[in-house]
C-alpha cells in the first residue's frame, strides 16, 4: 500500500517552491524504493509554513514545512513519510493554532480533497447540498437561503436572499447566473484559494442557485492574474459535465471568461459589459441587473465565497448556518491576513470575533516586531483602522457605523514606519489608473486628487488644500455612478482624519 503525500498547488505553495519539492519527494522515493502517491490539494492557508507537505499515517495526517527541495533528503532520513520527528514537523495538521481555532464551513475541503476527484469531494460531504435543492421547489430554496441571513459577501453584504428572490420572480424565457471572480482588491485571495482548492464546492453552489432562479446557463469571471485558478477550474467543469452534473444532462451549463485585467470589472455591471465582448464600462442603474442583466435578461450575480456558502445552508438547513455569526451578519468569512504580519493566511470564523483578536492573537501581529499603526481592511477602497478600533467586532454593521467595512474581509497591516500620506495619495491615484471614465467625479476627480495630497505633502498652503481634498471627497463620494469614485475617498479621509501629521495639519 502506498503512502499518501500531500503536497499543495495552489498559487501562494507554488511561487514558494511547492513544485520543486513534489519532485524532489517524487524523485527521493523512488531512489529509496518507497511506494508514495503524491496529492497536489489545496492550500491549509497557512501561508508563512508554506510549501506545507501533509503525510497521512494511522493517526491522521502529519504537517511539515515551510519545506524546500534541499529538505527532502533529510526527511526521508528523518522517517517523515511516517511521520516521523523532524525540525519542521508541525504535528498533526488539525492541531496547528492557527487552523485548530477557525470554524470552516466554506473552506471545509480545502486543502484535505484532490481538487479535481468528485470521488473525494462527494466523500467529504460533496453534492449533499445538491440533492437536498433537488427535492425542493425553486422558491423553496430562494426561501431557505432567504432565511439563513446570507448576505453578499463583498462591499455591499446586500442579503442574497432578496436577490434570489427578484431573479426568480422576474418573467423572462431565459435568465443567468453569473459568479464574479474578478478578486482584484488587496489582501485579498479567497475566491482564489477556493477556486484552485474546492472547485466542486462553487460548481454545486452555482447549480443549486440556477435551480431556484430557473436560469439554464451560468459564467464565471475569473480574474487573468490567476492562470492556476483558471486551468484547475476549467479541468473541473470538464469533469463535472463528463459525470453529467452540467451540460445538457444536469439542464446546466456553466462557461468560464478570463477577465483582462481591469479592476473595475470588479464591478458588477462592468462585468457584465465584459462578458458580453464590450469595454469594461459601468452601467446606470436602473434597470438592475436582477431585472435587466448579462444580454439584457434577468441575472443573479454573486461572487465566490457567496455562492460557494450556499451548499452548506442546503445541506445542513437555513438555523445550522444562521445560528453561527452575530446580529444581522450570519455564518462565516473567510478573513484574509496579508500585508506586514506574521501569521499571514487565511483565517475562516463566524462574525463577532474582534479585530485585535484577529490580528494579534490569531495573526501574531507585525511581521517586522514593530507596532500595528493601521489596517486597511475591504481592499484598495476601505479606510485605515486603527489600533483605537480594535475592539470593533467583525460585523457589517459595527464597522459601518464607524465609516468602515468589511468588504471581502481582506485585511493589510501596516508598522509604524508607514507613511499615511503617500498611503492616501495612493488611493487616488490607483482611482485615477483604474477608473472606467464613464462619470466625471471619479475620472477627474481621482486625478485632481492627487494633485492636492502632493501639495500637501509639498507644504503648499497645507490647510486650504486640506479643506479642498474634503470637498473634492465629497463630490465623488455623492456624484460617482459606482464604487469605484464613491468609495475612494474612504482611505482617503480616514488617512487625514486618524493621522494629520503625516499630512503636516493640526492634529
Known amino acids: 500500500m ?37 496529492i497536489r490539494n489545496g492550500s491549509r492557508g497557512l501561508f508563512w509554513l508554506e510549501p506545507l507537505v501533509e503525510v497521512e499515517t494511522a493517526n491522521g495526517r502529519v504537517a511539515y514545512g515551510p519545506v524546500s527541495a534541499a529538505d527532502v ?19 498533526l495538521t488539525e492541531d496547528i493554532p492557527f487552523l485548530k481555532q477557525q470554524q470552516r464551513l466554506t473552506f471545509a475541503r480545502v486543502g484535505i480533497t484532490d481538487p479535481l476527484s468528485l470521488a473525494d469531494y462527494e466523500a467529504h460531504g460533496g453534492l449533499a447540498g445538491l440533492r437536498a435543492a433537488q427535492a425542493m421547489r425553486p422558491e423553496e430554496i430562494v426561501a431557505t437561503v432567504t432565511h439563513s441571513g446570507l448576505r453578499g459577501r463583498g462591499g455591499a453584504a446586500f442579503p442574497a436572499g432578496i436577490k434570489w428572490r427578484t431573479v426568480r420572480e422576474a418573467a423572462s424565457p431565459e435568465k443567468y447566473v453569473v459568479c464574479n471572480a474578478d478578486e482584484g482588491d488587496s489582501g485579498t485571495f479567497s475566491d482564489r484559494m477556493l477556486l484552485e482548492g474546492d472547485p466542486y464546492c462553487l460548481i454545486e453552489g452555482m447549480l443549486i ?38 451540460g445538457a ?3 446546466f451549463d456553466i462557461e468560464a471568461r478570463l477577465g483582462a485585467g481591469a479592476y473595475i470589472c470588479g464591478e458588477e455591471t462592468a462585468l ?16 438592475l441587473p436582477a431585472i435587466a442583466g448579462l444580454f439584457g435578461q434577468p441575472t443573479l450575480i454573486n461572487n465566490v465565497m457567496t455562492l460557494a456558502s450556499v451548499p452548506i445552508i442546503l445541506a445542513k438547513g437555513a438555523d445550522y448556518y444562521r445560528d453561527f455569526g452575530m446580529g444581522r451578519s450570519h455564518g462565516t468569512l473567510p478573513f484574509q491576513l496579508a500585508g506586514n504580519i506574521r501569521h499571514a493566511g487565511l483565517f475562516e470564523t463566524a462574525f463577532g470575533l ?27 477602497l476601505g479606510a485605515y483602522v486603527t489600533p483605537d ?19 471581502h474581509g481582506g485585511l493589510v497591516v501596516f508598522d509604524d514606519t508607514a507613511d499615511m500620506a503617500r498611503m492616501a495619495r495612493f488611493a487616488m491615484e490607483f482611482c485615477a489608473a483604474e477608473s472606467c471614465g464613464k462619470c466625471t467625479p471619479c475620472r477627474i476627480g481621482s486625478t485632481r486628487g492627487v494633485e492636492v495630497i502632493d501639495r500637501i505633502i509639498a507644504g503648499e498652503a497645507r490647510e486650504k488644500n486640506a479643506a479642498l481634498l474634503a470637498d473634492l471627497c465629497s463630490t465623488m463620494a455623492d456624484g460617482s455612478l459606482c ?16 493621522f494629520p501629521s503625516d499630512f503636516g495639519l493640526g492634529g
Open 73 to 91: 533528503p533529510g526527511l526521508f532520513a528523518a522517517g517523515f513519510q511516517h511521520g516521523g520527528s523532524h525540525p519542521l514537523a508541525l504535528g
Open 2 to 38: 502506498s503512502i499518501r503525500i500531500y503536497v499543495p498547488q495552489d498559487s501562494t505553495a507554488l511561487a514558494l517552491g511547492a513544485e520543486a519539492v513534489a519532485s524532489a519527494i517524487a524523485s527521493e522515493a523512488a531512489a529509496r524504493n518507497e511506494r508514495i502517491e503524491i
Open 209 to 246: 442557485a440556477g435551480r431556484a432562479v430557473g436560469a439554464s446557463r451560468g459564467y464565471i469571471y475569473i480574474r487573468s492574474e490567476y492562470p492556476q485558478a483558471w486551468k484547475i477550474f476549467n479541468a473541473a467543469l470538464e469533469h463535472a459535465r463528463a459525470a453529467g452534473l452540467l
Open 272 to 287: 457584465l459589459e465584459s462578458i458580453e465582448g464590450k469595454r469594461g464600462q459601468v452601467r446606470a442603474k436602473p434597470p
Open 483 to 498: 464604487a469605484m469614485g464613491g468609495m475612494t475617498p474612504y482611505p482617503v479621509m480616514s488617512a487625514v482624519r486618524k
Open 354 to 380: 474582534s479585530l485585535g483578536e484577529l490580528l494579534k492573537d490569531i495573526g501574531g501581529g507585525t511581521a517586522s516586531g514593530r507596532p500595528i499603526r493601521a489596517v486597511q481592511v475591504g481592499g484598495p
Open 389 to 407: 478600533d480594535f475592539d470593533l467586532p467583525l460585523d457589517y454593521e459595527a464597522f459601518a457605523a464607524r465609516n468602515a467595512m468589511l468588504g
Open 249 to 251: 444532462a444536469g439542464g
